[in-house]
């Protein structure tokens, strides 16, 4: 699927579908430019869409309400894509009269209409390509450019993180992750390092290599680096993955249905860090970002770690096992202490860690926890907004400390029955010494059917609240 700003409209034989996205203001200047009048009560009341015919051209007009936002643009996107491709339109051509007035409404459409084209078909034998595949935007003008430009680097860094998700274990191995890590750096232009098992060993990242222990495949250690040439921050900001390759549960073992059966998904918080930087990369983001990928996957193997286990972790604290399911807190925790030797400004962990976040908020919300202050949180909060993935901050009052307390080591890695999402957050806190934001993405980061654009199975969430984040870093 391709996006294009068409200043002209072009000369075509594809089949083609008009269509306008008629906002109250606007609505008679969209459909003046086709030349093919909406009814009367052509509703701009959002959502409300009219298929007009004349002179053999068709018109789908969608009504965006009397303030639409960037999402409602999206999904818009996402409804014209669907009705193009029920009727067999290869091509769109879409009218937005306010589009010159408000550009970021381009970056979103754009990103609406190439996330709704989306499509995971390496392993159908038949596959069949959709029939929508290119858009001309009507418009003209740099701005406008680079304005779908940014959607459209936006759209392909979430495939990225969409096909990560969705590329089940048998292939995606922790170490096929990292060779993927690899080639991505070469691609779009950053710097990749792979801690192997025997590194990893050497560097005594004792909750990586238990929860390895149950699996016959080693794990690995990506470190990404996109360090531009006279970067705005003088200290990185890292951005942490949780890349459990797949969540069995370990001995604590999880059942199949709706439980198990997904936990390909559960190096989401991998595939938000990796598509965030190679599109950060590609946009040639001026700001200094790592990226720290611990892998493995979580199986109940000969020698697998069990309930009871003290672990001793990367940063020399210990950690008692009491369930081998909340593995993604001991992967993370070695990663954030590895963080701290790089002084970083700010640290922002995404991960699919806890049933209780999903429980909490549900699909749509993303728990955030920190202790970083209230500029960068409610930078990233406003990132969420502008994206569409959006943050609620979670407490992290010393109470939920006590839940973690063990008999015999310096804490367990499960709390009780309350606070789920928090105490899994308390957890990390202790790895770190340095400003930090922690993402649970669990609920969004997978959905078991279609959600507009964001699709059914990897939605890629992360990438672009990464990527809108870091792009307005420090400008606010
Ligand atoms: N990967 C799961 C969390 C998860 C749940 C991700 C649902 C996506 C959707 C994580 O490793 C896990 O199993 N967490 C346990 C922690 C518990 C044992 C303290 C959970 O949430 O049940
Ligand atoms: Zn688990
Ligand atoms: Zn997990």
């Keep these: 699927m391709k996006a294009i700003l068409a200043p002209d409209f072009p000369k075509t034989d594809k089949n083609t579908l008009l269509v306008a996205f008629l906002s109250e203001e606007f609505a008679n200047q969209t459909s003046a430019l086709f030349s093919i009048a909406p009814s009367e009560n052509a509703a701009t009341d959002s959502g409300k869409r009219q298929l007009l015919n004349q002179d053999g051209k068709t018109l789908l007009t969608i009504g965006m309400g009397a303030k639409p936002n960037a999402e409602a643009f999206r999904k818009a996107a996402h409804q014209a894509t669907q009705l193009a491709n029920d009727y067999g339109y290869e091509l769109i051509v879409l009218a937005v009269a306010d589009i010159e007035q408000d550009r970021s409404l381009a970056t979103a459409i754009t990103e ?90 050497a560097l005594k990242m004792g909750g990586l290599l238990a929860v390895n222990l149950g699996s016959i495949d080693p794990p690995t250690f ?88 003290v672990i001793e972790m990367y940063d020399g604290s210990t950690v008692e096992v009491l369930n081998t399911d909340a593995e993604g807190r001991m992967i993370l925790a070695d990663a954030l202490a590895y963080a701290k030797q790089y002084d970083p400004e700010l640290v922002i962990d995404l991960a699919t860690l806890t049933g209780a976040s999903v429980v909490a908020v549900g699909s749509p919300g993303i728990p955030m926890m920190a202790t970083a202050d209230e500029s960068q949180k409610s930078a990233l909060k406003a990132a969420g907004e502008t994206v569409y993935e959006r943050l609620v901050e979670f407490p992290l009052w010393e109470e939920y400390k006590d839940m973690l307390k063990s008999d015999i080591a310096d804490q367990k890695n499960i709390g009780g029955r309350e606070a789920g999402a928090i105490t899994a957050g308390k957890f990390l806190e202790a790895f770190t010494d340095y400003p930090w934001i922690h993402l649970d993405i669990a609920g969004p980061s997978w959905r078991f059917s279609p959600d507009s654009y964001r699709g059914k199975n990897g939605t890629g969430v992360g990438v672009r609240l990464l990527f809108q984040f870091i792009q307005q870093y420090g400008q606010a």
């Excluded at 609406?112 to 009507?138: C, M, P, R």
């Design 112 to 201: 609406g209409f190439l996330l709704s084209g989306y499509q995971f078909n390496i392993y159908k034998s038949e596959a069949k390509a959709a029939d929508l595949n290119s858009v001309h935007i009507l418009g003209s003008g740099d701005a406008l450019e680079a304005a779908i430009e940014t959607g459209r680097i936006m759209a392909d860094a979430t495939s990225i993180g969409r096909d990560l998700v969705n590329e089940p274990v048998i292939t995606l191995t922790a170490e096929e992750l990292s060779r993927r890590i690899r080639s991505y750096g070469e691609q779009y232009g950053f710097e990749v390092e792979v801690l192997h098992k025997a590194k990893i060993q």
């Design 222 to 309: 990506s470190i990404m680096e996109h360090k531009p040439a006279n970067p705005r921050n003088e200290k990185p900001v890292i951005l942490v993955g949780k890349g459990v390759v797949y969540d069995t549960g370990g001995l604590s073992l999880k059942p199949t249905a709706n439980s198990m059966d997904f936990m390909k998904a559960d190096m989401g918080g991998a595939a938000a860090v990796v598509g965030a930087i190679c599109g950060l990369a590609e946009a040639k983001s001026d700001v200094w970002v790592i990226g720290l990928i611990p892998a493995t996957d979580n199986r109940p193997g000969q020698n697998a770690y069990v309930p009871g286990d």
